[in-house]
């Protein structure tokens, strides 16, 4: 199984940052390369994808509303991903879940819910006007 606790999420106001970490342990994730997300969730509303890495980094994906102000990225050495956030937004306020997919591909990302095996319990960002 594979364990991911999410930490450093908070109350921001508009234009502030957070980074945000991912830091994964069990047995499969050290069998197994991972590919890994970040997702999000807004109360009334659907989880939506926010960002995707590879396993071995080189290649991401961003939704379209954070492209530009966040940034991920992943240290295998620690089994930990970042996710770092810039110039938020109120409508960045969400729930935001780590998620990780076992795969034996370096390069391919994940960008559908349905792509992934497990999930952190979430930590909250909420940003104010």
């Known amino acids: 199984q594979v364990q991911l606790v999410e930490s450093g999420g908070g109350l921001v106001q508009a234009g502030d940052s957070l980074r945000l970490s991912c830091a994964a342990s069990?047995?499969?994730?050290?069998?197994?390369?991972?590919?890994m997300g970040w997702f999000r969730q807004a109360p009334g509303k659907e989880r939506e994808f926010v960002a995707a890495?590879?396993?071995?980094?080189?290649?991401?994906s961003y939704a379209d509303s954070v492209k530009g102000r966040f940034t991920i990225s992943r240290d295998n050495a620690k089994n930990t991903v970042y996710l770092q956030m810039t110039s938020l937004k109120p409508e960045d306020t969400a729930v935001y879940y780590c998620?990780?997919?076992?795969?034996?591909?370096?390069?391919?990302?994940?960008?559908?819910?349905?792509?992934?095996?497990?999930w952190g319990q979430g930590t909250q960002v909420t940003v104010s006007s």
């Open positions: 998620a990780a997919k076992s795969t034996h591909s370096l390069e391919v990302i994940y960008v559908q819910i349905n792509d992934y095996d497990h």
């Open positions: 890495i590879s396993w071995s980094d080189q290649r991401v």
């Open positions: 069990g047995r499969t994730f050290s069998r197994y390369s991972m590919g």
